[in-house]
């Protein structure tokens, strides 16, 4: 059973425009919620977060939303650039229940084009 | 630098071979962690600890041990690999294991035969 879903694969955008990748999540009890991007042969690495009591959290040309009544959240790129183009995987963590196992979803490889 | 560093970085060993990919920290962090990468499946969660002697299950952890001895180190080990369990396999840590920020090791690729 996938708790995090990401179901778009991959996303094209023109440099300049709006990226907005979605991730979904069945688990009420996570309370904090994560986005990573992942180049070719490296590990990932931590772009933005944001906590279950918020709803947005800005980070210079990333913004995470959180729709808890919609268990959904989404990454807005503005704007977009060539070096953006990654595979990017949100993640979800419930630390309430005292296990701190996180769940990642399954990605989507993000193609800015110049 | 701060940083997290596995190895080896590749590996191609044959069914039942037991083998150990290490793992270390130098940021003094208290949680770590083991993932796979798998086309199609993201990143999985095989083992955590949340500091020494203290470790716990992902959500695949068949098939694997760990254990944490020094804060610093947390091997992965395979007692008896087999071919499913070939994969990309990323080691992280964090200060804690409250949504702090997890820094991921560049990544060990294993081949079973």
């Known amino acids: 059973d996938q708790q995090v879903k990401q179901n778009s694969p991959s996303l094209s955008v023109q440099e300049g425009r709006i990226s907005i990748l979605n991730c979904d999540y069945t688990?009420?009890?996570?309370?904090?919620f994560l986005w990573y991007k992942k180049y070719p042969a490296e590990g990932p690495t931590f772009l933005i977060s944001?906590?279950?009591?918020?709803d947005k959290n800005e980070d210079g040309r990333f913004t995470v939303f959180l729709n808890k009544s919609a268990k959904h959240l989404s990454l807005h790129i503005v704007p977009s650039q060539p070096g953006d183009s990654a595979v990017y995987f949100c993640?979800?963590?419930?630390?309430?229940?005292?296990?701190?196992?996180?769940?990642f979803g399954t990605g989507t490889r993000l193609k800015v084009l110049a | 630098e701060a940083q997290v560093t596995q190895n080896p970085r590749y590996l191609i060993t044959v069914t039942g071979k037991k083998l150990t990919v290490t793992c270390s920290q130098n940021?003094?962090?208290?949680?770590m962690s083991w993932y796979r990468q798998d086309p199609g499946l993201g990143l999985r969660q095989i083992y955590y600890?949340?500091?020494?002697?203290?470790?716990d299950k992902g959500d695949v952890p068949e098939g694997y041990k760990v254990s944490r001895k020094e804060k610093r180190n947390f091997p992965l080990i395979l007692e008896s690999p087999s071919p499913n369990q070939t994969s990309l396999y990323f080691c992280?840590?964090?200060?804690?294991?409250?949504?702090?920020?997890?820094?991921f090791g560049p990544g060990t690729r294993l081949t079973v035969l």
């Open positions: 940021m003094n962090h208290e949680y």
């Open positions: 600890s949340m500091n020494v002697e203290v470790t």
């Open positions: 993640a979800a963590i419930s630390t309430t229940s005292g296990t701190y196992k996180y769940i």
């Open positions: 992280a840590s964090s200060l804690s294991g409250a949504a702090d920020t997890q820094y």
């Open positions: 944001i906590s279950s009591i918020k």
């Open positions: 688990n009420s009890m996570f309370d904090y």
